[in-house]
């Protein structure tokens, strides 16, 4: 075993040092747009750049929240990202729990239909919803900013996945018990989900916060845009202005952050729940 050991030690030393040197490098344009967002106005275009300021300040983040529409913008955001998650959750945890344990004719090829889609490109499909929406009067709503995004098949598919990794005997040992259908989902596989859950949650969370075409394709009036879409704009009113445009990026970043850092156990648990399948 020593023998063995000493022989695979430079290789664990070669993959530490890639890994090292990959997460440095994907951290570097985050620490980059923190030190600018940190820095004096005036600093933030000189050359060679501080990759130390001396003086930080929040003078960058003041200004930022002083523009107007941050806040409804932020809420905005906030508040699409959540309800669309919530709901998303929902429907395809129900979803996932019929595909993966329920028998019904043209199921398999309905699910597979379903999980085609993924392979249409999100751009095809923005002149039907515009259209749809156009009809249903609810251009630039919040209505319009949600409904596209209240299930999708990656979520059913993930979630169809964890579940089938769930015993079938503990649900019809629920089932003999007396439990219906709705118990069994809301008392059995919502709580054994809760990893598989959390992972669509990040994903979804992040993605609708991140989202910005459809936003900025539905919504006309200033107080109706999303946080990207804000910032955007924003950038196109001041060019220049480095150091306050930073400060909104990492303000757009701080929700990321943290819903990461919240759901970490159950976002590695989930990642390698199919990999322990034996």
Known sequence: MLVEDKKTRPGHYLSFSLLLIAAVASLLPL??????????????VTFPPEWFPANPTF?????FLERPYVIRWTTNSLGISLIITGVQLFTCAMSGYAFAKK???????????????MMVPAQVTLVPLFLIMSRL?????????????IAGPFGVFLMKQFISTLPT????????????????????????????????????????????????????SSAMRTLPVGLALLQEELPMQYGLLMAGATYAA?????????????????????????
């Open 169 to 220: 005997d503990l649900l019809e040992v629920a089932t003999i018990d007396g439990c219906g259908e709705w118990g069994v989902f809301t008392q059995i596989i919502l709580p054994l989900a809760k990893p598989g859950l959390a992972v669509l949650g990040i994903f979804t969370f992040m993605g609708q916060w991140n989202q910005f075409l459809w936003p900025l394709i539905i919504t006309n």
């Open 254 to 278: 701080i929700p990321m952050i943290m819903i990461f850092l919240m759901f970490q156990k159950y976002f590695l648990k989930g990642i390698t729940v199919g990999a322990l399948k034996g």
């Open 31 to 44: 620490y980059w747009m923190l030190v600018t967002a940190l820095q004096q106005p005036t600093l933030t």
């Open 103 to 117: 028998q019904f004719p043209g199921g398999s090829i309905l699910f597979y239909l379903y999980i085609a889609s």
């Open 137 to 149: 009067d609810f251009l630039d709503t919040y209505w319009g900013l949600v409904l596209p995004g």
């Open 59 to 63: 003078l960058n983040f003041g200004r």
